[in-house]
């Protein structure tokens, strides 16, 4: 079963940028990789997908300002985000996704503040 491990998280000001990635211990390359985020007191929502074929997937609140990419080579998803809010704030969870299984990372915190 693949492991991820997320890193590039912590604190930024309004308006910054942070990258986050995500390395997976095994090929990734049959997964759809996607990136979640959980606010205190909120349910966790995805954030961005990318399938093993490049197709994308946003929610509204990010599309513009985030960019989900993949490089399997590396085994590893990343997370560009742009233009940070203060509602962007949250745990940040990597996820990989192979027909009926999913794994989860461990999050990684994610901080915008005003």
């Known amino acids: 079963q693949v492991q991820l491990v997320e890193s590039g998280g912590g604190l930024v000001l309004a308006g910054g940028s942070l990258r986050l990635s995500c390395a997976a211990s095994?090929?990734?390359?049959?997964?759809?990789m996607g990136w979640y985020r959980q606010a205190p007191g909120k349910e966790r929502e995805l954030v961005a997908e990318?399938?093993?074929?490049?197709?994308?997937n946003y929610v509204d609140s990010v599309k513009g300002r985030f960019t989900i990419d993949r490089d399997n080579a590396k085994n590893t998803v990343y997370l560009q985000m742009n233009s940070l809010k203060p509602e962007d704030t949250a745990v940040y969870y990597c996820s990989a996704r192979f027909i009926g299984l999913r794994v989860w990372g461990q999050g990684t915190l994610v901080t915008v503040s005003s």
């Open positions: 095994r090929s990734i390359f049959s997964y759809t």
């Open positions: 990318i399938s093993n074929n490049g197709n994308t």
